[in-house]
C-alpha cells in the first residue's frame, strides 16, 4: 500500500526555494569576499562575522547528523517523519566544509592564540593552540562526521530500493546499531569542535561545560530548523498525508526540552564561575557584562529561554504546525544571537587583544555574513531534500509512525 | 500488499513483551497482592530481614556513640574536611535518583516499561534519601537543632547563608522527600484498596482501610487520581535534575581544584541515575527471582535498564575525559597538578584506576547483547558500578581536599572505624526498609499492571493485545 505511493518532495516548490537562497547567498557572499580581499582593514571583521554565520548554519547541519544518530537509537515516530530531513543536513557536511575554508585559510585574522607565541598560557596549551595541529583536527572532525553521515544515508538509500521486508527490517536494525557507539564518537567530535572554533576564540578561558553546550545547542537549532521546514511542507503532498498534529506534539516537547537544557547548561556554567570568581573564568564573562553585551545576555535570558519555555508549555501550541513553526524560527534567531554572545566580544587581533564594546564593534556584516551562508548551505541542502521521498518509504515502523501522528 | 503486511508483523514482534504468561485481572492482584496476603512469609525473608535489622543495631550504636562524644568520632580533619559522610550522603542521594526518573519522567515519555518497576523504584528513593538524610543531619552534631537551618524570624536573629549551596540542599533534598512520598503514596491508593477488600486478618483490614483513605474506584476517584499523579510527576521531573545539580554545587561552587569544574552539574545528574539503576537492577533481579515476579518483571525490562545504565555511564565517563582534557588545557598549574595527582601522582592514585575500571571498563560489556541479556551478568556489572559511584565521589572529595594549594598544609585521610561502622548501618537500615516494603505492601503496581493485559484494552488499542494476536497467527503458519 505504502510502497506505491509517491512520496517524492514537492520539486517545484523547493526549487524555487533553492534558486531564492542560492541567489541571496551566493550574492552576499561575494559582498563579503570582495571586503575580506580587497579592504586589509576589514577582513578580520569580514572574517569573524563569516565565522558567525558559520558556526550557526554549520551547527544546523551537525545538529542534524546528531539527531538522525538519536532517532535511530530512541525510535519513535518523530524520528520517522523527521529522519530525512536530519539525512539532507547530514549530506549538507561537504558545503559545511567549504564554508569552513575561509575560516580555516584565515585563522590568522581570527584567532588572537595565533598571534601570541611568547604568550606563557599559550605556550602552556601547546601543541594544542598551534595552526597546523587545528587543522589537522578540524580535517579530521570533517572526516569522522562524514564517515558517520555517509554510512548512515548509504543504508537509508538501499532500504529505500529493497523489495524485501527482511532486508528493510535488518538495514534499520543495523543502522540501529551502528548509532550506538556513534553518538560517543559524535558527542566528543562536537565538543573538540566547539573548543576549537569557539572557546579558543578567547585563548586563556576555558569550561568543562562548553562541549555539552554546543551539542544540545546544535541539536536544538536543527530542530527548530527541521520543524520550520516540516511545517512548510505539511500542507503540500506527500507530507500532507503523513504528518498529523501528534508529530508537532512530540518535536515541539523535544523542542522545549532543548531550551529547558541550553538554560540548564548556561546557567550551571555562570553560576559555577561567578561562585568561584576566578580571574582566569570570570574575565569572560565580566566582558560580557558591560554595555550593550550585557543587555544581549539579559535578552538571551528572556527569549532564549523565558519565553519560548511558557510558550512551549502550551499543548495546543506545539500541536499547530504554523504557530510551531513561528516559534521554531523565533529561537533559531536567538540561536544566532546567542552565537554572537558567544563570539563577538571575544578578543580582536585588529585591538591588540582587547575586547571592544557592542557599538564599536558591531558590524553591518554579522548581519550579512549569516545570510551569505545560510544561502549558500541552504541552496545545497534543498538539493540535498530533492533527492529522496521525504519518508523512509520502506522503514518498518513508517505506518505506525504514521498513525501515531493521527492520533491525541 | 503482502510486503506492507510482512512489514507490519515484523513491526509488532519488534516490540518487547512488558508482560509475558497468561494473565487476567484477577491473577495479577492475586500473584502480586498474594505476596503480603495469602503466602505464609518465607523463611528466607526473616533471614533477609534478620540481618538487615542486625546491622541497623550497628547504626544505632554509632550514633549513641556519635551523639555522646561529638563528631571528632568521624576521621574528618584538616586538610580534609569534608569526607566519608558526604560521600555517603552523596551516594546514597543519587541513587534515589533513578526512582524518580522511572516514576515521573518515564511517566510523561509514555513509556511502557515503567509500570512494574516503578513502585519499588520509588519505594528505593524513599528508602535511599532517608538514609541520606542521616548523615548531614547526624554530621551537624547536635540534630536536635537542625531546625537552625531552616529559614525562620528567630529570637536570635541568625538566618542560614542563602548564597551557600548547603542551604540550597536543605531545600532540595527536604522537597525532594516530600514529592517523593507523596508521589509513592498516591500511587499506591488504589493497591493499598485492593489489598483491604482482600484481606481477611483483622488488623490488615483495619491497617490498609485506614491507608487507602475510602477508596473506592469510582469514576470521581480515578479522574482525580489521574490529575493528582500527572501533576506530581510534573512537580517530580524538575527534581530529577535539580537535587543532584545542586549536590554537584556544593563542591563546584568552590575554588578547589577538582571541584570547580562547570560540567559539574550534568555529570552528577548522570551518575545519579547511573548509581541508581545500578541499584534498582540489584534489588529486582533477586525479587522477581524470589517472588516468582517473572511475568511482571520481564526480561525486557531488564535490557532497558542495562541500555540506561550503559547510556547514563557514558555520560559520566565523557565527564571524566572532560576533566581530565580541561585538567591540562586550563594551563593552570593548579588543575594540572590535581590531574597529576589524581591519575598517577598522588598517594590515592590507585582509587582513581580502581573508579576507572569499575564506572568505565565494566559498563563496555553492556554493549553486547549477550550481557544484557543475562540477569547475572547484569547483577554483577550493577555491583561493580555501585562501588565505582562510591569511588568516584571518593576520587572527587578525599584527592581533592588532601593536597590542594599549600604544600605545607598536604595531609593524609584515613576513615575511623565509625566512618565504617556508619555507612554499613545504613546499609543495613536499606535493607530493613526493603524488606519490610516487600513484605507488607505490593511491590509492583497492581492496577497499572492490569492496564497492560490485552483485557484492558477492548478497543485494539492496545499494542500487547494485537502483538499476541500475531503471535498466535505466527505460530500457526510455522
Known amino acids: 500500500m505504502i510502497r506505491n505511493t509517491n512520496f517524492d518532495a514537492p520539486a517545484e516548490q523547493i526549487n524555487r526555494w533553492r534558486t531564492l537562497a542560492l541567489g541571496i547567498g551566493g550574492i552576499l557572499s561575494i559582498v563579503i569576499l570582495i571586503v575580506a580581499l580587497l579592504f586589509p582593514e576589514q577582513r578580520e571583521q569580514a572574517l569573524r562575522s563569516w565565522l558567525l554565520g558559520f558556526i550557526f548554519w554549520g551547527g544546523i547541519g551537525i545538529g542534524g547528523l546528531g539527531v538522525l544518530i538519536l532517532q535511530y537509537l530512541t525510535g519513535g515516530a518523530w524520528g520517522i517523519v523527521i529522519r530525512r530531513v536530519a539525512e539532507a543536513a547530514s549530506r549538507t557536511l561537504p558545503i559545511i566544509f567549504v564554508l569552513f575554508l575561509p575560516v580555516m585559510f584565515g585563522i590568522t585574522y581570527i584567532y588572537e592564540w595565533t598571534h601570541l607565541p611568547n604568550d606563557p598560557i599559550v605556550q602552556l596549551k601547546q601543541p594544542y593552540l598551534s595552526v597546523q595541529w587545528w587543522i589537522i583536527r578540524a580535517v579530521l572532525y570533517f572526516i569522522l562526521w562524514g564517515v558517520m553521515a555517509y554510512l548512515l544515508n548509504r543504508w537509508s538509500a538501499a532500504q529505500d530500493q529493497t523489495n524485501d521486508a527482511d532486508t528493510a527490517l535488518k538495514l534499520t536494525n543495523d543502522a540501529s546499531k551502528f548509532s550506538g557507539p556513534t553518538m560517543v564518537f559524535y558527542v566528543l567530535v562536537v565538543s573538540f569542535a566547539a573548543i576549537d572554533w569557539v572557546m579558543t576564540l578567547d585563548p586563556h578561558w576555558y569550561s568543562t561545560i562548553w562541549g555539552l553546550l554546543f551539542a544540545a545547542g546544535w541539536a536544538l537549532s536543527f530542530f527548530c530548523f527541521a520543524v520550520a521546514i516540516l511545517a512548510a511542507l505539511s500542507d503540500k503532498a506527500p507530507m500532507n498525508r503523513i504528518l498529523g498534529s501528534r508529530h508537532f506534539h512530540d518535536i515541539g516537547k523535544l523542542m522545549l526540552a532543548l531550551v529547558m537544557v541550553w538554560a540548564y547548561f548556561n546557567f550551571s556554567q555562570f553560576l559555577i564561575i561567578w561562585s568561584g570568581n576566578l580571574p582566569e573564568e570570570t574575565k569572560w564573562y565580566l566582558t560580557r557584562w558591560e554595555g550593550t553585551w550585557k543587555v544581549i545576555g539579559i535578552l538571551l535570558i528572556f527569549f532564549h529561554f523565558a519565553f519560548p519555555f511558557l510558550v512551549l508549555l502550551n499543548r495546543d501550541l506545539k500541536r499547530k504546525a504554523k504557530w510551531l513553526a513561528i516559534m521554531a524560527i523565533f529561537i533559531l534567531v536567538l540561536r544566532l544571537v546567542d552565537m554572537y554572545y558567544l563570539i563577538g566580544p571575544s578578543p580582536r587581533i585588529g585591538m591588540n587583544g582587547q575586547e571592544v564594546d557592542f557599538i564599536n564593534s558591531f558590524s553591518w556584516m554579522d548581519i550579512v555574513a549569516p545570510f551569505a551562508v545560510g544561502g549558500i548551505w541552504l541552496w545545497w541542502f534543498f538539493g540535498e531534500l530533492l533527492k529522496r521521498p521525504l519518508v523512509p518509504i520502506n522503514d518498518p515502523y513508517l505506518e505506525g509512525a504514521i498513525e501515531h501522528g493521527k492520533g491525541h | ?478
Open chain 2, 1 to 478: 500488499m503482502q510486503d506492507a503486511q510482512k512489514l507490519k508483523t515484523t513491526e509488532r514482534r519488534l516490540r518487547p513483551k512488558m508482560i509475558e504468561g497468561e494473565h487476567t485481572f484477577g491473577t495479577v492482584s492475586d500473584r502480586i497482592g498474594g505476596i503480603t496476603l495469602k503466602r505464609r512469609t518465607p523463611f528466607g525473608w526473616f533471614i533477609g530481614f534478620g540481618i538487615g535489622f542486625l546491622i541497623v543495631q550497628v547504626l544505632m550504636s554509632t550514633i549513641t556513640y556519635l551523639l555522646f562524644t561529638g563528631v571528632g568520632v568521624f576521621g574528618n580533619n584538616q586538610p580534609v574536611g569534608w569526607a566519608v559522610p558526604i560521600i555517603n550522603f552523596v551516594w546514597w542521594i543519587g541513587i534515589g535518583h533513578a526512582g524518580t526518573l522511572i516514576s515521573a519522567i518515564l511517566l510523561l515519555l509514555n513509556q511502557k516499561w515503567r509500570t512494574s518497576i516503578n513502585r519499588f523504584a520509588e519505594a528505593m528513593t524513599l528508602f535511599a534519601v532517608a538514609c541520606a538524610g542521616l548523615f548531614p543531619l547526624l554530621h551537624t552534631g547536635r540534630p536536635w537543632l537542625a531546625y537552625w537551618m531552616f529559614p525562620y524570624p528567630s529570637t536570635m536573629g541568625m538566618w542560614p547563608q542563602f548564597r551557600s549551596p548547603l542551604i540550597w540542599d536543605v531545600f532540595a533534598v527536604s522537597t525532594y522527600a516530600t514529592v517523593s512520598l507523596l508521589f509513592w503514596y498516591v500511587g499506591l491508593i488504589p493497591d493499598i484498596a485492593t489489598l483491604r477488600d482482600r484481606a481477611k486478618n483483622k488488623y490488615f483490614k483495619i491497617a490498609y482501610g485506614l491507608l487507602s483513605m475510602g477508596w473506592r474506584g469510582s469514576a470521581r476517584h480515578w479522574h482525580r487520581y489521574e490529575i493528582a499523579y500527572l501533576l506530581l510527576a510534573g512537580l517530580s521531573t524538575p527534581l530529577v535534575l535539580s537535587v543532584h545539580s545542586i549536590v554537584s554545587l556544593d563542591f563546584s561552587v568552590s575554588q578547589v581544584p577538582g571541584w570547580h569544574a562547570t560540567i559539574f552539574p550534568p555529570y552528577f545528574v548522570a551518575g545519579a541515575i547511573f548509581a541508581g539503576f545500578a541499584m534498582v537492577l540489584i534489588l529486582c533481579i533477586p525479587l522477581r527471582v524470589w517472588y516468582n515476579l517473572k511475568d511482571f518483571i520481564t526480561d525486557a525490562h531488564l535490557i532497558y535498564m542495562g541500555k540506561v545504565m550503559l547510556a547514563t555511564g557514558l555520560i559520566v565517563v565523557y565527564g571524566y575525559a572532560m576533566e581530565l582534557f580541561f585538567g591540562w588545557y586550563s594551563a593552570t598549574e593548579y588543575e594540572r597538578f590535581m590531574i597529576y595527582n589524581r591519575v598517577w601522582g598522588g598517594p590515592y592514585w590507585w582509587f582513581y584506576w580502581l573508579l576507572i575500571l569499575c564506572n568505565g571498563v565494566s559498563i563496555q560489556f553492556l554493549w553486547f547483547k549477550r550481557f544484557r541479556e543475562s540477569a547475572f551478568w547484569l547483577f554483577i556489572i550493577s555491583l561493580i558500578v555501585s562501588v565505582g559511584m562510591w569511588l568516584e565521589r571518593f576520587v572527587i572529595i578525599i584527592t581533592s581536599l588532601h593536597r590542594d594549594f599549600l604544600p605545607s598544609s598536604w595531609g593524609m585521610y584515613s576513615p575511623t572505624m565509625w566512618d565504617v561502622s556508619m555507612f554499613v548501618g545504613t546499609l543495613g537500615l536499606f535493607l530493613t526498609l526493603v524488606f519490610l516494603f516487600v513484605r507488607f505492601l505490593p511491590v509492583i503496581s497492581i492496577f497499572e499492571i492490569r492496564t497492560l493485559l490485552p483485557q484492558a484494552n477492548v478497543h485494539g488499542h492496545s499494542e500487547d493485545f494485537e502483538e499476541n494476536v500475531i503471535d498466535v497467527q505466527d505460530t500457526e503458519k510455522t
